[in-house]
């Protein structure tokens, strides 16, 4: 399985893998784009192995690449999970958030992969990211839950029980 990342130059990366046995010894292994050398990364610097995967932490736009997460059990050894990170450079994120009607003025920018700047677009233009958006703000904000469902409750049509006794002849 191969699942795409992306990343902005000098924030943090997180890649998760998690083997299926917790016996199992976790391995990651990068190879850059273009090329067929593999390098398995250690604990050191910037990168961080957990249990639950690979932190990489002040990402560089070299950090761009293929992470293979291989599982060794018994000495059977086999390929967890891909992951293809793309570092996006900071330059261009910020000229993608200010100015995305701007893509000419920005692809003359060598910031960044080519094509960067228009897969940032295309994926900040997909309607999900307005709900992952608006998710995030719901999570970060503290009573932000608890302000819909006021909401929520306000506008659910009221049926009163206690109705006044009718008279009856």
């Known amino acids: 399985m191969e699942a795409a990342q992306y990343g902005v130059e000098g924030s943090s990366a997180f890649l998760e893998c998690q083997a299926r046995s917790p016996q199992a010894s976790i391995k990651w292994i990068l190879q850059k784009d273009n090329s067929e050398r593999k390098k398995e990364l250690r604990s050191e610097g910037r990168l961080l192995k957990t249990e639950q995967g690979l932190l990489i932490r002040s990402l560089q736009l070299s950090d761009s690449g293929v992470y ?8 059977f050894k086999h390929t967890v999970m891909r992951v293809r990170l793309q570092v996006l450079s900071a330059e261009a994120v910020t000229a993608a958030l200010l100015h995305p009607e701007a893509p000419a003025a920005q692809s003359s920018h060598p910031a960044g992969p080519p094509g960067a700047y228009d897969e940032l677009v295309q994926l900040l233009s997909q309607p999900e990211m307005g709900l992952i958006n608006q998710y995030c703000q719901g999570y970060w904000r503290p ?19 206690n109705h006044p006794p009718t008279a009856q002849t």
């Open 143 to 161: 009573n932000a839950h608890s302000d819909a469902k006021d909401l929520q409750d306000q506008k659910r049509a009221r049926n009163r029980r």
């Open 68 to 75: 293979h997460c291989t599982a060794t059990e018994n000495n």
